[in-house]
């Protein structure tokens, strides 16, 4: 129940840890949502890369030994990456993503607004009924969690009410 040979051990850890690295990868480029933000299509999605990678993960082993190695694996690799993102900005920023400037000195800024997936109009009606035009922007952003924040030329700063779930 519990005897693994160390070939088959190594073999666990190294396709747990690379599908952490594709899955994580794969989410990543699939778009940044927090947990508040999931979709029914998102859980779905969730529960079948699941499915899809457990027996990439344990190959052939269906031993409690090799279960057991797999979920120690993925919470390493996991705690590992934690600390990656704490001591190196760029694996942050790689992992987190970054602000996205949506409007600058009262313009759009039109790629980045379809980075976030929102139009113009969109966008005026998650900041409400402070601001009406672009042009009463000194900028605005939506941050990698999906806050809309902006200031406004008067020099007030807001954050908006709604997030944004872009991807």
Do not use: C
């Not at 035009?133 to 941050?143: F, M, P, S, T, Y």
């Amino acid at each position: 129940m519990f005897h693994i040979s160390a070939q088959t051990a190594g073999e666990i850890v190294l396709r747990s840890f690379l599908v952490y690295g594709t899955v994580l990868a794969l989410l990543r480029i699939g778009g940044r949502r927090e947990l508040g933000q999931v979709t029914t299509t998102d859980i779905v999605v969730m529960i079948l890369i699941a499915n899809a990678v457990q027996n990439a993960m344990v190959g052939a082993d269906a031993s409690l030994a090799g279960g057991l190695l797999s979920a120690i694996t993925l919470v390493a690799t996991n705690w590992v990456v934690n600390q990656l993102r704490l001591r190196f900005p760029r694996v942050q920023r790689f992992i987190d993503g970054t602000n996205v400037t949506i409007a600058n000195d009262g313009e759009w800024v039109d790629h980045a607004l379809r980075v976030v997936g929102l139009t113009t109009d969109d966008a005026l009606d998650l900041m409400g009924p402070d601001v009406t035009e672009v042009e009463q922007l000194a900028w605005a952003i939506v941050d990698p969690a999906g806050r809309l924040r902006y200031q406004t030329r008067s020099g007030t700063v807001h954050e908006g009410e709604a997030k944004v779930a872009f991807g």
